[in-house]
């Protein structure tokens, strides 16, 4: 017996059962640990998830119109119908923000609008709120297992979303501008710029504006002055959507381009119709009035382009013509940019004041008393007015003759104006609700970016609608200069978007995504 007792106190075989004994707390509280840790992370992507789809279903509502954020604040509660799967807090399976809960829940989730990304100025109007940050009501995970270490809950968890729209504009060439109201010494990128329906602009003057920029954008369909010629050129621009904020400016001059913004008055350069590398149409415009004629070899067809009129326009001073009328005459510039390079009064923005009655007289034979009245178009049309009425009265009879752009010429006649019908054999216009001599051009703030050379992320302060008012070519007597072949000039007919009268421009599609900031 005494042998028998000394091996049992002796043996080791049964040594592992308190190890095991002694352990199992810690694997039990590990696995408790574990499984609750996997419904609090759970809980709270459940609550990331839902405040994301929240904030972005308000943004889609912020479009700057009556009861914007009305809209926001319904397209949460009404559309976005997350349940919390892994809250046991017996507050509903529903996610709410705010709104009516059980007695004792939170309900504290809202949603706050801001004029700004950096959330530094509250909106206080349905047109000033741009941004929303969305806060979801917190919920409640209980723990099944981790009571074993002294913990209960998960605490209160909630989240939060921040989300704007962001705007693309499609089907408008790589055009940019420098805000021509801007100081040199500005540091605000968003200074505005206001300008007048009817006034010309220097588009581009062939100088760069900011250092390595003369006015355009990156054409996002292909690189190179090839791509950029294409984008300027073909009626379909055959390229990505241009984002209305965050977009990249272009280096290097590129004069060549010119020539494929000019076919959209019927004109093209050595006989070629538009660039061919990408199979695209360069279309002219129904309406292509303009200060040339056929070249003296040609006869009417004008099949291998135009010159200037032996009798052009060339004023010497700013004001409007008396007397003496050149033989033809397109749309002129402002009084203050159509004399000579060097007396020029104005700058990049011109005064909206143009010779309207020499322009009548040499088209039409109306004098200054009579053409107001006999368009029906008031004293001071713009030129955009204008073309658009020669649109609508291609043709009309005046002192028993018929005059405008939808009359033909006669045989060998140099003068093919107006009607691409009358220009380049076998072009014809773009199809119609396409107005080729109608652009948008994005304006930048460029000292206050500190434009120079290739710069992206760039926010634009608006995008402009303006009206194609002329060729690029070089317009010389002698050694005195008017134009060059590296200008482009414009005139202003609205902000993209607003368009004429308040209509939008149909030809411009401009859409909006909401995303995720933060």
């Excluded at 369909?221 to 977009?247: E, P, R, S, W």
């Excluded at 050595?270 to 056929?294: A, E």
């Excluded at 034979?365 to 049309?381: E, K, M």
């Amino acid at each position: 017996m005494s042998a028998r007792r000394n091996s049992l106190l002796r043996s080791t075989s049964g040594a592992v059962a308190p190890t095991v004994a002694l352990s199992l707390f810690g694997l039990i509280a590990a696995g408790g640990i574990a499984f609750d840790y996997a419904r609090m992370a759970s809980l709270d992507s459940e609550l990331q998830t839902a405040a994301d789809q929240a904030a972005l279903a308000a943004a889609t509502q912020l479009d700057g119109k009556s009861n914007a954020r009305t809209r926001a604040t319904n397209a949460v509660n009404n559309l976005i119908q997350n349940d919390a799967r892994f809250a046991n807090d017996k507050c509903g399976a529903a996610i709410k923000v705010g709104g009516t809960v059980p007695t004792g829940c939170d309900s504290s989730g809202a949603l706050t609008f801001y004029q700004d990304k950096a959330k530094t100025t509250l909106a206080t109007t349905d047109q000033d709120a741009n941004f929303v940050e969305v806060k979801v009501n917190s919920r409640t995970a209980y723990f099944a297992l981790t009571p074993i270490v002294r913990t209960f809950s998960s605490g209160a968890l909630s989240a939060k979303a921040f989300a704007g729209v962001g705007s693309a504009i499609c089907k408008v060439p790589p055009v940019m501008i420098c805000n021509p109201s801007e100081p040199d010494t500005n540091a605000d990128e968003n200074l505005a710029f206001n300008v007048s329906r009817g006034v010309g602009l220097k588009l581009i003057t062939g100088n760069a504006d900011a250092a390595g920029n003369f006015g355009w954008l990156e054409a996002t369909f292909k690189n190179g002055a090839n791509g950029l010629a294409a984008a300027l050129g073909y009626d379909t621009i055959q390229t990505d959507c241009q984002a209305m904020d965050g977009i990249t400016t272009k280096t290097g001059m590129s004069t060549s381009v010119l020539d494929s913004l000019n076919t959209r008055f019927d004109v093209y350069a050595n006989g070629s119709i538009c660039p061919s590398q990408y199979g695209g149409t360069c279309s002219p415009s129904t309406n292509t009035r303009k200060d040339l004629t056929c070249s003296s070899d040609n006869g009417s067809t004008c099949k291998n382009g135009f010159d200037v009129s032996d009798n052009p326009y060339r004023p010497t001073t700013a004001a409007v013509m008396t007397g003496s009328y050149p033989d033809i005459m397109g749309y002129p510039r402002d009084l203050c940019h159509a004399v000579p390079q060097g007396s020029q009064t104005c700058g990049i923005v011109g005064s909206g004041t143009w010779d309207r009655d020499a322009y009548f007289k040499v088209n039409y034979g109306w004098d200054a008393a009579t053409w107001p009245g006999a368009t029906s178009l008031g004293a001071t049309p713009s030129r955009y007015d204008v073309y658009n009425w020669e649109v609508a009265h291609p043709s009309v009879v005046v002192g028993g003759v018929a005059k405008g752009i939808g009359v033909a010429q006669p045989a060998g006649s140099k003068y093919a104006f107006g009607s691409p019908a009358n220009g380049v054999a076998g072009i014809t216009p773009s199809s119609a609700g396409v107005d080729r001599r109608r652009i948008s051009v994005a304006v930048l703030n460029c000292h206050a970016l500190k434009l120079h050379g290739k710069t992206s992320g760039i926010d634009p302060v608006k995008w402009l609608d303006v009206f194609l008012v002329e060729p690029s070519i070089d317009r010389k007597i002698g050694g005195t200069k008017w134009t060059e072949k590296k200008e482009v000039y414009v005139e202003v007919i609205a902000d993209t978007g607003s368009g004429l009268n308040g209509a939008s421009n149909p030809q411009v599609i401009e859409r909006s995504v909401p995303y995720l900031i933060e």
